[in-house]
């Protein structure tokens, strides 16, 4: 039985002419934590926005666990959740009631305690979602993308903005969903966040996907061009110190 749960095949979004992404192909295996990376405008938020669904494709073809993404996006819909850049939800409601909210939009019947205290907001249960933090918002939007359990996780850049100890909590959650047996699709800025937790990373830059590996085989790749940088090899760093001084803990 084939791992494969994904399958872009000369993907393609034209603005104006103009190729944004431009007839790419890869793969992730089911289970997979799988992160595109590039600079700004090289195209990975339009490529997870075709791979949702949420925009139309001008070439090419994206499978997702066998269904046609361009062919049956309402099937695709059911199957994948989606954690937005920035999440919004209805100020005046309650983090119970959206829990609830999202999984009837599946035709589920969600727990929002349990949901909720995976993430690390138990104690928000009955708060509104105006009195949340930016770290807080996000992890709300991850237990209400899972409310259906889906088959693959979309994360666009999740960690943006948000302070030491939220991010590395971020990544504590990306690795839970990924336990789970739920395949995550992710794009950052961070290397770090990418080396951290990625199986595998895409390269893009000017719509195209330069590379392709692990990143451990990516860097032995550069190293082995010759490539040499000043080393200082240190057991911590900065944010290590911060999260030291200020503590482990969410501050909520």
Known sequence: MSKTLVEVSGLRKLYDDKAVVDDISFTVDKGEVFGILGPNGAGKTTTL???????????GKIIIDGINVAEDPEAVKRIIGVQPQT???QDKQKLSEIITMFAAA???RADPKRLLEEVDLATKTNSYAEQLSGGQRQRLSIAAALVHNPKVFFMDEPTTGLDPQARRNLWDLTRMVQAKGVTVILTTHYMDE???????????????IIALDTPHNLIKKLLAKGFKKEQH????????????????ALRE
């Open 106 to 108: 599946y035709g589920e």
């Open 87 to 89: 999440a919004a939800f």
């Open 233 to 248: 090899v240190e057991q911590a760093n900065l944010e290590d110190v911060f999260i030291e001084l200020t503590g482990k």
């Open 49 to 59: 926005e075709m791979m949702e669904s949420l925009r139309p494709i001008d070439g």
């Open 194 to 208: 990418a080396e951290l937790l990625c199986d595998r990373v895409a390269i893009m830059d000017k719509g195209k």
